[in-house]
């Protein structure tokens, strides 16, 4: 079965740092240690793996040959299904190596070219009208780059990284193995030169041999009008820095809106509710209602009720990746007022007594309870 990854046993990023790595090793030692897990061998193998990726990633140099090379860069040389062992008497042990003549090289050694630097992600919290809108912003990212002073090479400036006397430079070996079956050569990633190739022997004090270097660098983000919480924007080439010449890798930016204390989306819509007085609702009035471009006048007709929703044209969200604007539909709430003067009650009850008349004689003259009678009597 292949090794998983180090940085996903150890559930941290590749840019993680030291601390970081170290807090993610203990929490995990510690829920997998076998004194809270007696008797259990999934959890025995869990924290074996988890020691193994620890080992890897707290050692700047083995964390540096594995980032360039995988777990090929951390091995001893061997490659294939070695860990099989002697199989018999017979020195069975390169069982590995027989697949790889028969099936294509499964475990086989290759040297490594190039390779495209590792994809980094960071969240971004931004407003409701920036998302409306559209804007640019400046963030921080840290990340792996190339070193300045060595130019990737690893080896201090003057210098060159010189071949490989083991592999001459092929970032391979070839060993010949008796087994059972006749004899094979076998082909290994060189664990000299962990498959580069070259070896370092003069190594750049800036990044102490790795080729990159740990900064933080300042990236303009331009976040397009229309988007919403969970958008994701591509930054390509700000990623980490590529490997023996590979490319850069991408930013990607997770956009998340923050709540608006007034407004709220629907798609490309914006909804409000606008509170107005009984008296207002009644006999109708003009009023502000705020939008994403400013307040303006509404007028609201006579006998408006609660819920009563009115549509704004072109006042909402600017499209993605489209044309035009959603609406704004402004949804009306009638206020029951309180603390009322005796004046005010007074007032009111007279309105209500003037009402009550005109009720009456609204039903003395349409013959009210005649329709009432004909509606639900036949």
Request: glycine fraction near 14%; charge should be neutral.
């Amino acid at each position: 079965m292949p090794k998983r990854d180090y940085y996903e046993v150890l559930g941290v990023g590749r840019n993680a740092d030291d601390t970081e790595i170290k807090k993610s090793y203990r929490k995990l030692a510690r829920q997998y240690h076998p004194d809270l897990n007696p008797g259990n061998k999934e959890a025995e193998e869990k924290l074996k793996e988890i020691n193994e990726a620890y080992e890897v990633l707290s050692d700047p140099d083995k964390r540096q040959r594995y980032d360039q090379f995988g777990h090929a860069g951390t091995a001893n040389g061997a490659g294939g299904f070695g860990d099989f062992g002697d199989f018999g008497a017979g020195g069975f042990g390169g069982f590995g190596d027989i697949f790889d003549m028969f099936f294509g090289g499964m475990g086989g050694a290759q040297r490594r070219g190039p390779q495209r630097g590792a994809d980094l992600r960071m969240d971004l919290d931004i407003s409701f009208e920036e998302a409306a809108f559209g804007m640019e912003t400046e963030v921080e990212v840290p990340r792996q780059e190339t070193c300045p002073d060595c130019h990737g090479s690893g080896a201090a400036p003057g210098t060159h990284p010189s071949t490989c006397n083991v592999c001459k430079g092929t970032g391979q070996v070839r060993v010949a193995q008796k087994t059972p079956l006749g004899h094979f050569q076998t082909v290994h990633t060189c664990s000299h030169c962990h498959g580069t190739g070259q070896v370092i022997t003069s190594p750049c004090p800036e990044c102490r041999g790795r080729g990159k270097v740990h900064r933080v660098r300042k990236i303009q983000i331009k976040v397009p009008a229309g988007v919403d919480t969970g958008s994701r924007l591509r930054v390509s080439g700000e990623g980490e820095a590529g490997s023996l010449g590979g490319p850069t890798g991408d930013l990607y930016v997770d956009i998340h809106i923050k709540p608006h204390p007034f407004f709220q989306r629907r798609d490309y819509d914006v909804l409000c509710e606008v509170p107005i007085s009984f008296v207002q609702a009644a006999i109708g009035d003009e009023i502000q209602v705020p939008t994403l471009d400013g307040h303006i006048k509404l007028k609201v007709p006579e006998g408006t009720q609660t819920g009563t929703s009115f549509r704004l044209r072109g006042k909402g969200i600017t499209k993605l990746k489209g044309y035009g604007r959603g609406d704004q539909h402004v949804k009306i709430r009638v206020v029951t007022p309180t603390n009322l003067s005796e004046k005010q009650k007074e007032l009111l009850r007279e309105f209500a007594r003037i009402q009550g008349k005109e009720q009456d004689q609204y039903a003395k003259d349409k013959g009210f309870f005649e329709k009432m009678k004909d509606a639900f009597m036949g």
